[in-house]
C-alpha cells in the first residue's frame, strides 16, 4: 500500500511553544489529509481534513488559530500546535486517504508531551 | 454529527474462541467500511475492508455488512493472544471517522 511518513515520531515541548507535525505522502499525491488526535485509552477524533492549496476544514470544537494546517503541495501537510500547553498533549495521527472510498494509509503518528 | 457506534468492550475471550465485534454507524450514505488494529502507541493498520451488503472472509477474518441495518461486525476465528489489541470501526465517504474501538483480549 502506500505509505505516508510522519515526523517527528515524539516530540517533548514546553508549555507556550509551538510544535510542527509533518506527513509526506512518499509514493502518491495525496490531495486531501485527515488529521486525527487520540488521547489514552480513547479512540481516533477527527480533528480537521486539509486539502491541497485550500483552507482546511476543521471539526466542531476544534480551534482553527491553535492547529494550523498547511497542505502546500500534494505530499506534504503539516499541523503546527500552537502555544501549546499541558492539555495538547495527545497522540497526533494523520491519514491521507486512497482513491474514491478506499481505505486510508496512515502515518506512524506523533506523541506530544508539552511540560 | 456522523456517528460512529462500537461496543465498548473491554471482550475478553479464550485462545481458539470466536471473538465477535460490532459496530453501528448512523449516515445511511456511506459507502465504506473498514476494521483496523490498533496497538497501544501505534497507528492503526487495515484488517478488513467491505464495501458491499454480505459476507466477506480473509483467513480468520470475516466482516459482515448490512447497510439497511447500518451495521458491520467483525469475527475473528481461533483467536490467537497475538489477536489483542484494540479493533477500530471506521467508515468513509467525503471523511473517515472512527468509533471508540473495542479492546480485545484473547487469553491463552
Known amino acids: 500500500g502506500a505509505v505516508v511518513s510522519q515526523h517527528p515520531s515524539w516530540v517533548i515541548c514546553k508549555s507556550g511553544t509551538s510544535v510542527k507535525i509533518e506527513c509526506r505522502s512518499l509514493d502518491f499525491q495525496a490531495t486531501t489529509m485527515f488529521w486525527y488526535r487520540q488521547f489514552p485509552k480513547q479512540s481516533l477524533m477527527l480533528m480537521a481534513t486539509s486539502n491541497e492549496g485550500s483552507k482546511a476544514t476543521y471539526e466542531q470544537g476544534v480551534e482553527k488559530d491553535k492547529f494550523l494546517i498547511n497542505h502546500a503541495s500534494l505530499t506534504l501537510s503539516t499541523l503546527t500546535v500552537t502555544s501549546a500547553h499541558p492539555e495538547d498533549s495527545s497522540f497526533y495521527i494523520c491519514s491521507a486517504p486512497g482513491q474514491g472510498v478506499t481505505e486510508a494509509f496512515f502515518g506512524q503518528g506523533t506523541r506530544l508531551t508539552v511540560v | 454529527q456522523k456517528e460512529v457506534e462500537q461496543n465498548s468492550g473491554p471482550l475478553s475471550v479464550p485462545e481458539g474462541a470466536i471473538a465477535s465485534l460490532n459496530c453501528t454507524y448512523s449516515?445511511?450514505?456511506?459507502?465504506?467500511f473498514f476494521w483496523y488494529r490498533q496497538y497501544s502507541g501505534k497507528s492503526p493498520e487495515l484488517i478488513m475492508s467491505i464495501y458491499s451488503n454480505g459476507d466477506k472472509e480473509d483467513g480468520r477474518f470475516t466482516a459482515q455488512l448490512n447497510k439497511a441495518s447500518q451495521y458491520v461486525s467483525l469475527l475473528i476465528r481461533d483467536s490467537q493472544p497475538s489477536d489483542s489489541a484494540t479493533y477500530l470501526c471506521?467508515?468513509?465517504?467525503?471523511?473517515?471517522?472512527f468509533g471508540a474501538g473495542t479492546r480485545l483480549t484473547v487469553k491463552p
Open positions: 471506521a467508515v468513509r465517504d467525503n471523511d473517515m471517522r
Open positions: 449516515d445511511r450514505v456511506s459507502q465504506s
